[in-house]
C-alpha cells in the first residue's frame, strides 16, 4: 500500500515539532537535530521536517512504497509521464536507505517516488560540506544543480512564487 510523502522545511525544529505532535497526536518516528519524521496512518502519510538551511515551505512530496513490485508499478507510470524522471537509484537520504526517482510536476513541484529498505545515521549520502550538510548527492543525474540530498529540482527550474492572495477566499 503506497504512503502520501510530504517534506516541509522549517527553521525551527523543536517548534515544528511541538506543532506537528499535537497536530498528529503523536510524537515523531524518527527524530534528529535537523530532522524529524512521522510515519502515519491516519491518515496514511510520511511527514518529514528538516532545518538544513532551505528556505520554509513544502520542500518535496513523494510516493512512497512499501515492496519493489509497487516501486516499478509507479516507475512505470513516470515513465509515461511527460516530465524527465532523474533516476537516483539506491542511496541515502533522510536518515533512511532508499531507492528512489525523481519528477518534477508541471507546477515546479519536486515528487519523488521511493522504497526504503534500511535505516542510516547520517542524513544522506553524496559529499558532506563543511558545514555538515551534504553536497550534491553523488547519485543525482546531471542536470539536478546544487541539489541537496531529497531535493532534485533542476537547476533550470525556477521556484514557484508564493501566492499573494489567500487561498479560497
Not at 531507492?99 to 526504503?116: I, L, Q
Not at 546531471?142 to 529540482?153: K, Y
Request: with cysteine; hydrophobic share 35%.
Amino acid at each position: 500500500m503506497k504512503r502520501l510523502h510530504v517534506h516541509v522545511a522549517v527553521e525551527d525544529l523543536g517548534q515544528a515539532v511541538r506543532f506537528y505532535s499535537t497536530l498528529f497526536a503523536a510524537g515523531p518516528s524518527v527524530l534528529k537535530s535537523d530532522y524529524a519524521k512521522w510515519m502515519l496512518d491516519d491518515p496514511r502519510v510520511n511527514f518529514a521536517i528538516s532545518a538544513r538551511g532551505a528556505g520554509p515551505g513544502i520542500e518535496h512530496l513523494g510516493i512512497q512504497v512499501e515492496d519493489a513490485a509497487e516501486l516499478e508499478d509507479v516507475y512505470g507510470r513516470l515513465r509515461t509521464a511527460d516530465a524527465r524522471v532523474v533516476e537516483e537509484g539506491h542511496t541515502t537520504c533522510c536518515y533512511a536507505r532508499s531507492e528512489k526517482s525523481w519528477v518534477t510536476d508541471p507546477a515546479g513541484v519536486p515528487w519523488e517516488v521511493f522504497h526504503t529498505y534500511g535505516g542510516s545515521a547520517v542524513y544522506g549520502g553524496g559529499e558532506i560540506a563543511a558545514d555538515g550538510r551534504n553536497a550534491r548527492p553523488a547519485t543525482l543525474a546531471e542536470g539536478a544543480g546544487d541539489a541537496v540530498c531529497c531535493t532534485a529540482r533542476p537547476a533550470s527550474a525556477p521556484k514557484p512564487e508564493p501566492a499573494t492572495k489567500p487561498c479560497c477566499g
